[in-house]
């Protein structure tokens, strides 16, 4: 499976982007989805998942009310939609798929099945 991640940019506090994950090469509703991020000078961070059926997500709390999480398989993609950033959203964003759903043990996972390329965030105060 190929993944490309897309639509990060510039934007304000307070502002919004969505981004998006492609997939190619494989049958990505047998994939859970997970977003992470990486700021620069720290470690890659888990952000938000999404089932394979997209029946059930699970969230950071520190996105929680503010970055949505959603699928759709028609066309092997995955999105977030961001909302509210702030400054501490800023890192590059990741998609990466994984078989099964761990719930909250999504947050402890070092090892996905694959991994997209990262689009880069930057959000101003």
């Known amino acids: 499976v190929q993944l490309q991640a897309s639509g990060g940019g510039l934007v304000q506090a307070g502002g919004s982007l969505r981004l998006s994950c492609a997939a190619s090469?494989?049958?990505?509703?047998?994939?859970?989805v997970g977003w992470f991020r990486q700021a620069p000078g720290k470690e890659r961070e888990f952000v938000t998942a999404i089932s394979m059926t997209g029946a059930t997500t699970y969230y950071v709390d520190s996105v929680k009310g503010r970055f949505t999480i959603s699928r759709d398989d028609a066309k092997n993609t995955v999105y977030l939609q961001m909302n509210s950033l702030k400054p501490e959203d800023t890192a590059v964003y990741y998609c990466a798929v994984k078989r099964g759903w761990y719930g909250s043990k999504w947050s402890q996972l070092t090892r996905m099945d694959y991994w997209g390329k990262g689009t880069l965030v930057t959000v101003s105060s």
């Open positions: 090469g494989g049958t990505f509703s047998n994939y859970a």
